[in-house]
Each structure stands twice: as structure tokens, then as C-alpha cells.
């Protein structure tokens, strides 16, 4: 079995998790968007600390009293919309994989607890690259009883660090890799706008994953248009699978149905696409396979039961962990055309999984732990399917 070589990329923050935040509750509605781009907080969505300050006329420390109460963060976890994914994929393919990570982070004692988690984590940190700039974080507002039951989250994020991390921080041959995972650049903005130079440079056999997050920088600077994947959507065609979640895939398609965006992105040239949706079914689309695949209804279950002290912070990113995991294992396995089907069934079993502990990254008490958990879940979710 092959050693596959995996080079991720993306912004590495600690999130700070409020669970059990009433987005219906007066403080929450205080302080909810108005219009797009304005700086309000929307259950689902991003907006960028400094913003929801100016539109709120306070600072966070005061805001989140009146939000959250007289309380701290209920947990502080590793966050990233690139780096929680490799973790993850990393805990599933145990020695089956060489992974190498960019990320930028300050000299601050928030890079020290992010640096200490990840020591806990198959990941290394030796690409990481100290920058004179704050950490990256994010404050996660969390209410598990929105949308009847199924929980969602809002993000409150500071860029810091990420804002300086270009492509001149790559080591040798990072992106001649078999896998290249780029996550959530929206929230790295020099590697975002350079995003379709990037991927053109990637070596001639390496699968380029892309996996979207909230673009609050475009939507502020063009609310109502389209956001834009590098320069305008011209690094679709280098994209050999592109992962959004519904919200996403309207706003980088411009349209106001997931029915139109996903005849657009048909009609792109994009080679493959996913689209998550909370509990809604997955869309798998390549030019192999047109699948809507639903979630796991043995942890859909359990979720809803409301007996777990955990939320869905983290739920989209190892959904991308679980591709990313199951598309690494077909190559070492020798099968360089990946099935996206396949790929997609560990993606929900793993996103789904992540909705049953605090925060994104779950931290291992032993080698293989987190495996042992998804394969149980995984055959669950093979004999749905098999019944239904």
C-alpha cells in the first residue's frame, strides 16, 4: 500500500465556543444583521470581529454579555476550515499518509495553546510560520435548539496572522503533492485571491480539493454579487472537487435556489462538486455520479435526542476531513480516480459524528480512537442505505 503525500492549506485559529446561545433570544436579535455585508450577526454565518463592533457601537467584551451573560467561553477548541479537516483525515489514515500543513500564527499565548493542542494531533506543525501579527480566532456562538432541533452556529472572526500568510511561505515541492486541501481561504485573503495561480501551479497527478467558508470580505465589498473563487471563477477548471454548504453554493453562484446553483456549477467547469445542507441530504455531482446521499439517521437520531452536551461547531469540516480521508485511501489502495460517492459517505458519517462532542477537533486518547468510532458509524450508514 502507497504512502499518499497530502499538502493543506488554510487558516489555523482557536475558536472559543458559547454553547447554548438563544439566537431567538433578545441579545442575539439586538444585534442581527439587517443587510448583507452590514456587519450583524446571522445565525449560519461569518462576520469579522472589527465589523460586528462598528455595527454593533460597543466592543465584543460587552456585546457578548449581553449576549452570552456573565459567563466564559464554555470550551476552546483548534479551529480552521483547513486544518480541522487534515486533522481528522489524519486520524483515519493512522501511517497511511505524509502530511504537510501551512498555516501563520502570532507569538501570543493563543498560538501557544494552539501549538500545544496540535502536538496532541498526528499533525505537524514544523510549516507553520510565525508572523508579528495576532493569532487567528474565532468566538462561536452556538445554539443546539435552532432550526427545530438541529442546531446551528454563528462566527465571530478575527483574521490576524492568516492575513499575511502568501504563497512565498510554501516549502519546496508543498504543492506537488497527490492531494492539495485548500480550505477556507476566504479567510487567508492573499492565498484567496491568488487562488486559481495556485492551483494551476500544483503538480500534473495532484488532486486539487477546495472547501468553501462564509466569505464576509466579498459580501461586504459586493453585497448581492457573486463571490469570487481567485480571479473571478477562473480557478474552477482547476478545481478537481470544490465542497460548499448550501449558503455557499448560492452566493459563489450567484443564484437564489440550490437548484439553479447546482445547474450552474453543472454547466462551469468545475470537474466535481458537493453540497452539504445541515440535516438535508448531500449532492454529490462528477462526471461519474449524480447522487443525493441523506445523512446518518443513527446520529441524526442521537443528535436530536438532546441528551449530548456538545454542539455542530465543526460538523462542515470534518465532513471535508472524511472526503479528504476516504480519497487518500483509494490511492494508496492504487485507485487515482477516486470514487466521490464513496468519499461523500465517509465525508457524512464524519461530519455527523462531529456533532456529538464540544468544538471541531477531538482530541484523541489513543491512536486510532476516532477510526474505531466512524467505522461503527460508517457501517450504520451502509446498512441505511442498503434499507432504504
Known amino acids: 500500500m502507497e504512502t499518499v503525500r497530502i499538502s493543506g492549506l488554510g487558516c489555523t485559529l482557536l475558536d472559543f465556543v458559547y454553547n447554548g446561545v438563544d439566537f431567538n433570544g433578545p441579545g442575539f436579535q439586538k444585534y442581527r444583521s439587517r443587510s448583507p455585508g452590514d456587519g450583524g450577526l446571522t445565525p449560519g454565518q461569518l462576520v469579522f470581529l472589527e465589523d460586528l463592533e462598528r455595527f454593533a457601537e460597543k466592543d465584543f467584551e460587552s456585546l457578548i454579555r449581553e449576549i452570552a451573560g456573565e459567563r466564559k467561553p464554555d470550551t476552546f ?85 492568516a492575513g499575511d500568510l502568501t504563497p512565498n511561505d510554501f516549502p519546496e515541492g508543498f504543492l506537488d503533492a497527490d492531494i492539495l486541501a485548500l480550505g477556507g481561504t476566504a479567510l487567508v485573503p492573499e492565498i484567496h485571491d491568488r487562488l ?23 459580501e461586504q465589498r459586493y453585497p448581492g454579487k457573486p463571490w469570487s473563487l481567485g480571479k473571478d471563477h477562473s480557478s474552477f477548471s482547476s478545481i478537481d472537487l470544490l465542497i460548499m454548504d448550501r449558503e455557499e453554493a448560492l452566493k459563489i453562484s450567484g443564484m437564489n435556489t440550490l437548484d439553479k446553483a447546482v445547474r450552474y456549477f453543472r454547466e462551469s467547469p468545475l470537474k466535481a462538486f458537493m453540497i452539504t445542507d445541515g440535516t438535508e441530504p448531500v449532492r454529490v455531482y462528477s462526471d461519474q455520479d449524480q447522487v443525493v446521499l441523506p445523512v446518518s439517521s443513527a446520529i441524526l437520531e442521537r443528535t436530536l435526542s438532546g441528551d449530548l452536551n456538545a ?78
Not at 483525515?89 to 501551512?102: C, N, W
Not at 486559481?196 to 466579498?218: H, K, M, P
Not at 454542539?311 to 470514487?339: C, K, L, W
Open 77 to 161: 477548541n483548534v479551529g480552521g476550515p483547513a486544518i480541522v479537516p487534515i486533522i481528522h483525515a489524519s486520524q483515519l489514515l493512522g501511517k497511511k499518509a505524509e502530511i504537510q500543513f501551512v498555516a501563520s500564527i502570532g507569538r501570543d499565548w493563543i498560538g501557544d495553546r494552539i501549538l500545544e493542542m496540535l502536538a496532541k494531533t498526528p499533525v505537524s506543525t514544523r510549516h507553520f510560520v510565525l508572523k508579528n501579527a495576532r493569532t487567528p480566532f474565532t468566538n462561536v456562538l452556538s445554539d443546539p435548539h435552532f432550526n427545530q432541533g438541529r442546531g446551528e452556529r454563528t462566527f465571530i472572526n478575527n483574521i490576524g496572522a
Open 196 to 218: 486559481d495561480e495556485i492551483l494551476d501551479q500544483a503538480g500534473d497527478s495532484t488532486f486539487r480539493l477546495v472547501n468553501t467558508v462564509f466569505d464576509f470580505r466579498n
Open 311 to 388: 454542539d455542530t461547531t465543526g460538523a462542515g469540516d470534518n465532513f471535508v476531513g472524511g472526503v479528504i480521508y476516504s480519497i487518500a485511501r483509494q490511492m494508496a489502495e492504487g485507485q487515482y480516480n477516486p470514487d466521490l460517492v464513496e468519499a461523500a459517505k465517509w465525508g457524512i458519517v464524519s461530519g455527523g459524528y462531529a456533532c456529538f462532542y464540544m468544538g471541531g477537533t477531538f482530541l484523541e486518547k489513543y491512536s486510532g480512537e476516532k477510526m474505531e468510532e466512524i467505522s461503527k458509524h460508517y457501517d450504520l450508514y451502509l446498512q441505511q442505505l442498503k434499507n432504504e
